[in-house]
């Protein structure tokens, strides 16, 4: 069956400029969150999604990244005004609830690189 | 201070050695722990959740010492194919968040 499907796979943008990323989790999962993953570091929890809850926006590191996610599927990460240091691979994963179900299935992610 | 800390090695071991990975983390009310495996260049993928009492799979064994807040990752019989970085991971609120430590690469060789 189809995993978390991430796109693009790879974004070169200039500094300044806005991207968008999205991540279509798998079918049914109502879970998704955002992770954020530098060159050699581990996993920088951004956002966390669940059902029709509000979001936990707890680890986005500035008011420039925001994410939406509509009709609890599609999910799509917005980084305004892009700065060098946010150059990374930005990996999305999703989990299928009850919470015994701790299983993480994540994206291939997409690798920003902000010139 | 982070929530979870792992040594980044590189562990660099000979085919058939036994290599054992650390890992603590930072909140005593932690409730959940896991360790996925990074390739190189691809997304991390579960290799095993780690329970109270420990448990094993194959050749790798994995332990909780809830009062030392760490996890411990034993490889028995390294295989060259087990060549990747280990992530430690820990829940907390009810699943709500994985916390991911930073990795520990580890090399096996012919």
């Known amino acids: 069956g189809a995993g978390v499907s991430q796109s693009p796979s790879n974004k070169v943008t200039e500094k300044g400029k806005d991207v968008e990323l999205r991540c279509d989790p798998i079918?049914?999962?109502?879970?998704l969150y955002w992770y954020r993953q530098s060159l050699g570091q581990g996993l920088e929890f951004l956002i966390y999604?669940?059902?029709?809850?509000?979001?936990?926006k707890s680890g986005l590191p500035s008011d420039r990244f925001s994410a939406e996610r509509t009709g609890g599927s599609v999910s799509t990460l917005t980084i305004q005004r892009t700065q060098q240091e946010d150059s990374a691979v930005y990996l999305c994963?999703?989990?299928?609830?009850?919470?015994?179900?701790?299983?993480?299935?994540f994206g291939s992610g997409t690798q920003l690189s902000v010139l | 201070r982070k929530e979870v800390e792992q040594d980044p090695g590189p562990f660099n071991v000979p085919e058939g050695a036994t290599v054992a990975f650390n890992c603590t983390y930072s909140?005593?009310?932690?409730?959940?722990f896991f360790w996925y495996r990074q390739d190189c260049r691809k997304e991390p993928k579960l290799l095993m959740s780690?329970?109270?009492s420990g448990n094993e799979d194959g050749r790798f064994t994995a332990q909780l010492n809830r009062a030392s807040q760490y996890i411990s990752l034993l490889i028995r019989d390294s295989k060259l194919s087990d060549s990747a970085t280990y992530l430690c991971?820990?829940?907390?609120?009810?699943?709500?968040?994985?916390?991911f430590g930073s990795g520990t690469k580890l090399n096996v060789k012919p």
């Open positions: 994963a999703s989990r299928t609830t009850p919470a015994t179900n701790e299983k993480l299935f």
């Open positions: 079918s049914g999962h109502t879970a």
């Open positions: 999604f669940q059902g029709n809850s509000a979001p936990d």
């Open positions: 909140n005593s009310a932690s409730q959940s």
């Open positions: 780690v329970y109270s």
């Open positions: 991971v820990v829940n907390e609120d009810n699943f709500n968040k994985f916390y």
